[in-house]
């Protein structure tokens, strides 16, 4: 079965290949080949894109939640469904006036970090690069179900490299902004 016992290379399950004793001594202790060494890319961005609401966009969205939440009290009669219809309104328009902080992304030989959050290359199956405006993300899909997608969003000349490094790692799967996401982008929040 073993072909050729003259190798100076010794097969090990854990994909590591080490050289074998030979009868003539020991042989190359060089280390064998791996994947072409990543340098280091770091940058910031924001943590998601800013859409600016001018006054009429809050006046709107709270006359939209007070009809919403008196059409609901109407038919249902229940004034906690309708209470939480005018709170989640509130949120929404607390959360769209939010402004985007600034995020440290990084990637090299091990993962990708953001906010000093660190996440192995391992965990993700593939990625994705979405184009939203002033800036694009790249998106990480993970392996483990209910884990999120990790985003980081980029300058777009910034693109390349952040491509080419994520490409030595995980597959570029070619994708669209899932329906939560249009939603949101028509919406502005």
């Known amino acids: ?68 939440a008196a059409v609901v009290y109407l038919i249902a009669k229940d004034v906690i469904a309708a209470s939480t219809i005018i709170i989640v309104g509130v949120i929404v328009g607390i959360f769209a006036g939010h402004k985007p902080n600034q995020v440290e992304y990084g990637l090299d030989d091990s993962g990708i970090s953001v906010n000093g959050k660190h996440y192995p290359y391992s965990s993700f199956k593939s990625f994705a690069v979405l184009r939203e405006g002033s800036l694009n993300s790249v998106n990480l899909f993970p392996i483990k179900r209910f884990m999120p997608p990790v985003s980081a969003y980029f300058d777009p000349k910034d693109e390349e490299k952040i491509t080419n490094a994520l ?15 249009r939603l949101s982008r028509r919406l502005r929040l």
């Open 167 to 181: 490409g030595n790692y995980l597959p570029y799967e070619d994708r669209k902004m899932d329906g939560i996401d």
């Open 1 to 68: 079965m073993n072909e050729d016992q003259n190798s100076p290379w010794e097969y090990k399950p854990d994909g590591a290949e080490t050289p074998k004793e030979s009868p003539e001594g020991p042989a190359d202790s060089s280390p064998a080949p791996s994947r072409k060494a990543n340098a280091s890319v770091s940058w910031q961005a924001a943590e998601f894109i800013e859409h600016p609401h001018p006054p009429s966009w809050y006046a709107a969205l709270f006359i939209a939640a007070l009809l919403l």
